[in-house]
């Protein structure tokens, strides 16, 4: 009775000893020498932000990282050694009302894998890079190169896009046949599970940030020439879509600058500005209120500034809102999806329901209604924004594509 299973026993020791040697070399060997393509959209937005972060990131570490866009994408501005880009060809004909980029992209896709050797794909937001990754998997296979492919959710391409019908079958395909998944936020995954019939394990990995780029520097001659009497300086960074509610930023700013000497810096551009400069009019805020469109070096304009505002309808994570928090800035945001991992309530700044704006103003008072307590919060901000530093976050996405990529070898051999 006892010696069988004492032999199986010790086989399955070796076996499985042996399995996790082979699996450890391998997770090494990857590490070291990973080849990642990336995919994301080049223009202003978070996904597009974080995926050229990572990249970037990753290449420092010695990846070697092949960004496969269809522009540069806008943080990818100067030379860096293990980066590279491949641009996605655009290819028009009279016969096409639209450019068919899910084509040329898939093509290109192959191309890079191929001739770059690639070990890994990663995608960021799903629609359609998850569909389109699944489809260059499947022509590498006829070709005898087996991908990996890692999609990473970022909000609007589960809570507006995906979900849509026009689009939620594709959407829950190509996130099942991903080989791994991510999401930014706990309140992201948990949403997709409920939208979509998910068979695949989804991991959350949260946003970072780089402390290098974003921290308090000192820019007091920008203060100077925006606040020259004191004034609290008020920031908003978006795309300036529907979604982030920027009517609210300017209705709470309102309420604000009539108790307090203030002004708010709208930052980046979008559908929603002409509607914002037109409110602005009507409120007779003109010369309290600066639009500066979209900025390279935010960093240096939230250093200078008191409160970020983020009103949000939806966000899934609100990256924007930890840059803020990194240059030491107290958040006033509306309570939806992901914020409530990134703004704790109270201590790093405050979290509302969406549409209160009477509440916002006033929470942004109580910050502001001391040196002290505002010292207090960006204190918090700051010591909340390095639980998310790229240091700490970016050895997550190694560690899941080497599982990724280790599962993969498993399944081909
Ligand atoms: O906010 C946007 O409209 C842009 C969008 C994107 O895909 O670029 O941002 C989403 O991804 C960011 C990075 O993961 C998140 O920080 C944002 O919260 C998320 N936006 C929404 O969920 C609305």
């Known amino acids: 009775m006892s010696k069988k299973p004492q032999h199986c026993c010790g086989f399955f020791c070796i076996y499985y000893c042996l399995k996790f040697a082979v699996s450890f070399l391998l997770i090494g060997q990857k590490n070291e020498f990973m080849k990642i393509g990336v995919v994301c959209y080049p223009t202003f937005g978070g996904s597009g932000v974080l995926a050229t972060e990572l990249g970037l990131g990753l290449a420092k570490k010695g990846h070697q990282v092949h960004f496969i866009t269809y522009r540069t994408p806008f943080r990818l501005t100067s030379f860096q050694e293990n980066v590279y880009y491949h641009e996605v060809n655009d290819l028009n004909y009279p016969l096409f009302e639209y450019a068919p980029y899910e084509t040329t992209l ?16 990663h995608v960021h937001y799903a629609v359609p890079h998850a569909s389109v990754a699944y489809m260059a998997k499947k022509i590498l296979l006829t070709k005898g190169k087996y991908i990996p492919i890692v999609t990473t959710l970022h909000g609007t391409d589960i809570t507006l896009v995906g979900k849509d019908p026009a689009m939620a079958p594709v959407v829950q395909f190509s996130i099942n046949k991903s080989d791994g998944v991510t999401a930014v936020s706990h309140a992201l995954k948990q949403e997709t599970l409920e939208a979509f019939d998910i068979k695949k394990d989804i991991q959350v990995i949260h946003n970072f940030i780089d402390l290098n780029r974003f921290n308090r520097q000192n820019k007091d001659h920008f203060k100077q020439a925006i606040a020259p009497n004191g004034e609290r300086i008020f920031i908003h960074v978006s795309n300036f879509r529907k979604v982030k509610r920027m009517e609210d930023v300017i209705q709470m700013f309102n309420i604000v600058q009539n108790q307090i000497p ?78 409530p991992e990134v703004n704790i309530d109270g201590e790093t700044g405050y979290i509302s329901d969406v549409g209160a704006v009477e509440e916002m103003a006033k929470n942004a008072l109580d910050i502001l209604s001391s040196e002290e307590k505002l010292d207090a919060f960006r204190k918090a901000a700051l010591a909340q924004a390095h639980r998310f530093s790229l240091e700490s976050i970016l050895p997550k996405y190694e560690a899941f594509y080497a599982e990724v990529i280790d599962k993969e070898v498993y399944k081909t051999t």
Do not use: W
């Open 262 to 339: 203030a002004t708010l810096l709208m930052i980046g551009d979008g559908p929603e500005r002409y509607k914002m400069e037109e409110l602005c009019r009507e409120l007779q805020l003109c010369e309290t209120i600066r639009f500066l469109g979209k900025q390279e070096a935010v960093e240096e304009l939230l250093a200078i500034s008191d409160v970020f505002v983020m009103p949000s309808e939806n966000e899934s994570f609100g990256l924007a809102a930890l840059e803020a928090m990194a240059c030491g800035v107290p958040v006033i945001s509306s309570n939806v999806g992901g914020i």
């Open 106 to 121: 898939a093509s290109k896709m192959v191309d890079v894998v191929l001739h770059e050797g690639l070990d890994i794909l």
